[in-house]
């Protein structure tokens, strides 16, 4: 991403807004870890850090399909998975308590890797499946505790902003649990800041929540892939042509 030198000068100003703000919620989140407060604290905190962030970052989200979430309690959210921002935007623009499933290495960023180790989100290590069941073990507490989960299901950030292929674990949650999922398809945020760049720009994205999708009642690897599959057609066809995967252009 190539930037003039007025768009140098704002993209340093964001920035130094955003880590402010980071280090400001992280210490109030490394307070409240202290002083042992619920897990409300840590969720009112994620949203007022995030929804700062996005302001900082001139980023702003239309939500669609929120008549979905009604009458439900606690669910599972599987999202397409391109950009950093990804999280501030669920976040910021959920109606609800939410976990983040989230890669344990992230915890070794000053700050924000230390008020993630210090929060109620799950820190996943995908290297050791041991560490990764126990990881799904506690996200199914979370959910039968009346807390949601979102699970970026790829695993990892698409290079090219096109939805990649799913993973088993967040279906085998979603089995164990016996909680509904919900599919998000996330759009705009690899445009903002893509998994091979450094910078980021201000940007629109839409968060388009698509109808729900009941859970397995019993574990079954069969029906588990059918129900894979379904969830992530829901999500390829809310996606844009340029965010589809390029086998079925």
Known sequence: MKMGCTSYIGFVARS????LVTIAYSTLTLLGFACRLKHEFYFSLAKQWSSALLYCAGVTVTIKGLDHLQGLDSRIYIVNHTSYFD???LLASLPDNVRIMYRRNLEKIPFLGWSMKASPFIAIDRDDPRNAMKSI???IGAVQSGESVIVFAEGTRSKDGRLGLFKRGAFLLAA???KPIIPIALIGAYTIMPKSGIFFKPGHTILSIQERFPSLQQEDKQAEKILMDAVHESIRIALP??????THL
């Open 16 to 19: 130094l807004a955003i880590i």
């Open 87 to 89: 999280i501030p935007i």
């Open 137 to 139: 073990q506690e996200a």
């Open 176 to 178: 164990r649990s016996k």
């Open 241 to 246: 042509i340029d965010m589809q995967p390029s």
